[in-house]
């Protein structure tokens, strides 16, 4: 996968999760990439990068992720 590729489904498996009344977090990301748990580095970078294109914002508890439009 490109970058841009792991950014489009990091924003929506963020929206997944909002709209089933969760939050993302590195270890949801990481499951759902099939990131191993010792890479959290990894997704880590993803949703900074996905945060730095205005798609994702941090929720009311650090290190929970919400869409930028909600």
Known sequence: MTLDDKIRACFQHCVLKYIEKSRMTNA???ERLGIG???YP?????IKA????GLIKESEKPKEY???WA
């Open 66 to 68: 919400i869409p930028s």
């Open 37 to 39: 748990e010792k890479n």
């Open 28 to 30: 949801t990301l990481r």
């Open 42 to 46: 990894t997704a880590s970078a993803i």
């Open 50 to 53: 996905t945060t730095e294109k």
